[in-house]
């Protein structure tokens, strides 16, 4: 009898997610983290913005971003995943055009009813970039700033979701929209 190798892809998503979450409260950043290594993306991009409550510290920097790799990874190993996300150092809003792929989005609280789910922008792609904003959400300025640099404002649905909450709703969202196009 001979038995096939697995396929090497079988625990990576089809689509390359891209989180960009502000960075809020440590536990709950740290499981945003555990949960988007977990839920397949496949890179991390803190960023600080206007509203967030929790601020970058440069003496904790290095051992703050350590962390956060351990974290993910043993997230990833817990989960037999193939590749360990990568988690970058922080940045500010203004950096995260850097950071773009095939489809990139801003989730915001104000965009429903007036544009597309989250869902419908990120059908069938292959890589796609998620901006969530803090605790405070997204100013009306940083809202315009990300349109500028290329960003779609989403909506989650009608429900204000919690900045680590609309984290992991939105990387569930892309990885199960892409992989069942995929299928």
């Given at each position: 009898?001979?038995?096939?190798?697995?396929?090497?892809?079988?625990?990576?998503?089809?689509?390359?997610?891209?989180?960009?979450?502000?960075?809020?409260?440590?536990?709950?950043?740290?499981?945003?983290?555990?949960?988007?290594?977990?839920?397949?993306?496949s890179?991390?991009?803190p960023?600080?913005?206007?509203?967030?409550?929790?601020?970058?510290?440069?003496?904790?920097?290095?051992?703050?971003?350590?962390?956060?790799?351990?974290?993910?990874?043993?997230?990833?190993e817990?989960?037999?995943?193939?590749?360990?996300?990568?988690?970058?150092?922080?940045?500010?809003?203004?950096?995260?055009g850097?950071f773009?792929?095939?489809?990139?989005?801003?989730?915001?609280e104000?965009?429903?009813?007036?544009?597309?789910?989250?869902?419908?922008?990120?059908?069938?792609?292959?890589?796609?970039?998620?901006?969530?904003?803090?605790?405070?959400?997204?100013?009306?300025?940083?809202?315009?700033?990300?349109?500028?640099?290329?960003?779609e404002?989403?909506?989650?649905?009608?429900?204000?979701?919690?900045?680590?909450?609309?984290?992991?709703?939105?990387?569930?969202?892309?990885?199960e929209v892409?992989?069942?196009?995929?299928?």
């Amino acid at each position: 009898m001979h038995v096939t190798a697995p396929d090497p892809r079988i625990n990576e998503p089809a689509v390359k997610i891209t989180l960009a979450p502000a960075l809020i409260r440590r536990e709950k950043f740290e499981l945003v983290l555990q949960k988007a290594a977990e839920l397949g993306v496949s890179r991390i991009v803190p960023f600080e913005s206007s509203r967030c409550v929790v601020h970058a510290k440069k003496e904790k920097g290095e051992r703050q971003l350590s962390r956060w790799q351990d974290i993910v990874k043993e997230a990833a190993e817990q989960c037999k995943r193939n590749q360990i996300p990568v988690v970058e150092e922080i940045c500010s809003l203004k950096d995260l055009g850097e950071f773009k792929s095939e489809v990139n989005c801003a989730p915001y609280e104000n965009a429903y009813g007036t544009s597309r789910f989250l869902s419908d922008a990120v059908d069938g792609r292959k890589s796609i970039t998620i901006v969530i904003g803090p605790e405070g959400g997204f100013s009306e300025e940083e809202i315009k700033q990300l349109q500028q640099m290329g960003f779609e404002a989403v909506t989650l649905g009608s429900r204000i979701l919690r900045a680590e909450t609309a984290s992991l709703y939105a990387a569930a969202v892309c990885s199960e929209v892409c992989e069942r196009k995929q299928k």
